[in-house]
């Protein structure tokens, strides 16, 4: 579409677009977000191998929101775009991959349907991820589009190898002591002193 202008009257060629006549066209997106307005945002790289699935998923919704820069606005969609990587090598704690359920229904009478932690991340880790990371972002209008800046790959390998990535180190997974039974929680000499 050729837009109509006041140049365009006074002898002066039409242009396609607004910016075409002074050389400011926007670069062109990258691979597989094209649907994503990432200009002047920046591409994090995430490797989940070993990292537990909670803990990650609260790190990449603040990252998604923007909340790690100091022009965060809640009404205003400036997350960093982020690739995920070695999602399948993510890890639950405790009994989550027997105990934990993901229920949906296909919406006809007895559609109700139920599968574990453990059938998702074999059938399909990135599932497993975009759910865990999209029910801990805020429930608006804001929520799909910072989903849609979130990449998940199974495997090492990912299509953004042309870009600047920047490798986000995760926090260091916590060590998981076994607990402690009743017959060890037994009183230490100096416990009985009174306290009054």
């Given at each position: 579409r050729v837009w109509a202008s006041?140049?365009?009257r006074e002898g002066r060629a039409p242009?396609?677009?607004p910016g075409a006549a002074s050389?400011?066209?926007?670069?062109?997106?990258?691979?597989h977000v094209r649907h994503v307005v990432s200009q002047g945002l920046n591409f994090r790289l995430v490797d989940a191998k070993g990292q537990v699935l909670g803990r990650l998923a609260a790190q990449l919704s603040h990252i998604l929101q923007g909340k790690d820069k100091p022009?965060?606005?809640?009404?205003?969609?400036?997350?960093?775009v982020v690739v995920c990587i070695n999602a399948r090598d993510v890890v639950l704690t405790r009994d989550k991959l027997?105990?934990?359920?993901?229920?949906?229904?296909t919406g006809y009478p007895g559609g109700q349907k139920w599968e574990t932690a453990r059938n998702m991340l074999a059938r399909s880790p990135e599932e497993l991820m975009k759910k865990a990371v999209g029910r801990m972002l805020p429930k608006n209008k804001l929520r799909?589009?910072?989903?849609?800046?979130?990449?998940?790959?199974?495997?090492a390998e990912h299509p953004f190898a042309a870009?600047?990535?920047?490798?986000?180190?995760?926090?260091?997974p916590r060590e998981l002591r076994p607990r402690r039974n009743a017959a060890e929680m037994t009183?230490?000499?100096g416990d009985e002193q009174e306290i009054f």
């Amino acid at each position: 579409r050729v837009w109509a202008s006041h140049g365009a009257r006074e002898g002066r060629a039409p242009t396609s677009c607004p910016g075409a006549a002074s050389g400011t066209m926007p670069p062109p997106a990258p691979p597989h977000v094209r649907h994503v307005v990432s200009q002047g945002l920046n591409f994090r790289l995430v490797d989940a191998k070993g990292q537990v699935l909670g803990r990650l998923a609260a790190q990449l919704s603040h990252i998604l929101q923007g909340k790690d820069k100091p022009t965060y606005s809640p009404h205003k969609d400036e997350g960093d775009v982020v690739v995920c990587i070695n999602a399948r090598d993510v890890v639950l704690t405790r009994d989550k991959l027997d105990g934990k359920q993901y229920v949906k229904h296909t919406g006809y009478p007895g559609g109700q349907k139920w599968e574990t932690a453990r059938n998702m991340l074999a059938r399909s880790p990135e599932e497993l991820m975009k759910k865990a990371v999209g029910r801990m972002l805020p429930k608006n209008k804001l929520r799909l589009g910072r989903l849609r800046k979130l990449r998940i790959y199974p495997g090492a390998e990912h299509p953004f190898a042309a870009q600047h990535l920047t490798r986000l180190q995760p926090e260091k997974p916590r060590e998981l002591r076994p607990r402690r039974n009743a017959a060890e929680m037994t009183t230490r000499p100096g416990d009985e002193q009174e306290i009054f």
